[in-house]
């Protein structure tokens, strides 16, 4: 257990070490960003001296935790990323699709698979109510979020916490996956905000809602459904608050394929690129200000 612990809290301390180098560097200390970028690596190469096994492709054993810790907080080389992730799949699997991440795990891995676009994954996870889960709360008839997963009024556990709000972190996956609002504070390319609907998660054909971002409040009401065996039809209302800007990734083959309001992209609409994600091909647009509706029709691999 004490090698366990070692493992998780140094893979933390080189997440917020390498956090402190991008912060200091934002706020222009060059200096202290080298400092901590140096201990940050130093500290990546000693973990996966000590706990990496390169037969197994696993940290310390096949928990979802311990290949999911060095993953989410860039310990893994990245020659070695995609060999740990799909043991972190397998293992998954493993439980029949259920968490043994704990509750710091479970924020980790909510983020790790929501910032690299994996809300198939995430769907897996959270679409389900069997014991442990998210649906296992709400069979219940729980609302909030409990002290552990085990919540049944026997064995002495009527005093556990049923408030227990500690790394509630499937709720960013609700906002920045399924409903796709990222805020990009940077502001590096000049679009602060990012809109793209979480349609390869499967299961849903449908999701709306809205995030309160710097310059006001982005609203995001996407739908989706088969045409015909092999096509899906894709509608996205986007909303932007004055003085703002977005990318919105709109799921196309063809930039001829996207439709606002049912008619060619206007001029003031930007086609900035086309992009695959997750196996989802996407046409991306810079916007302004204004409420959009955007439609396609595309060859999606994705069943609703």
Request: with cysteine; net charge neutral; glycine share 10%.
């Amino acid at each position: 257990m004490a090698l366990i612990n070692i493992l998780f809290n140094n893979c933390y301390l080189h997440y917020i070490t390498s956090l402190a180098s991008r912060i200091a560097a934002l706020l222009d200390h060059p200096k202290d960003a080298a400092q901590y970028r140096q201990a940050a690596t130093a500290l990546a190469t000693n973990i996966n001296k000590a706990f990496y096994n390169t037969t197994t492709g696993a940290y310390v054993d096949q928990l979802q935790t311990h290949l999911l810790m060095p993953l989410a907080t860039g310990v893994v080389p990245v020659d070695q990323q995609a060999a740990v992730l799909e043991g972190l799949q397998r293992a998954i699997a493993k439980t029949g699709g259920h968490l043994d991440t704990g509750l710091t795990g479970n924020y980790f891995m909510t983020k790790y698979f929501t910032e690299t676009n994996r809300n198939d994954l995430m769907m897996g996870i959270t679409n389900k109510t069997t014991f442990p889960s998210y649906g296992y709360f709400l069979k219940q008839g729980y609302t909030t979020w409990l002290e552990q997963w085990n919540v049944e009024p026997c064995c002495g556990q009527v005093k556990l916490s049923k408030m227990h709000g500690c790394y509630n972190a499937v709720g960013m996956w609700f906002v920045q996956g399924l409903v796709g609002i990222t805020v990009d504070y940077s502001n590096a390319d000049g679009y602060y905000v990012v809109v793209r609907a979480g349609v390869d998660a499967g299961e849903l054909d449908w999701v709306t809602g809205k995030r309160a971002t710097p310059y006001g409040v982005v609203e995001s009401a996407w739908s989706m459904a088969p045409t015909n065996g092999t096509h899906t039809s894709f509608e996205h209302n986007v909303t932007v608050p004055g003085n703002g800007r977005a990318k919105v990734y709109i799921p196309s083959a063809t930039v001829a394929g996207v439709l606002e309001h049912g008619r060619a992209l206007p001029g003031d609409v930007q086609v900035l690129g086309q992009e695959v994600i997750n196996q989802v091909p996407f046409v991306v647009l810079g916007v302004g200000a204004g409420r959009f509706v955007f439609s396609s029709t595309w060859g999606g691999a994705v069943n609703v």
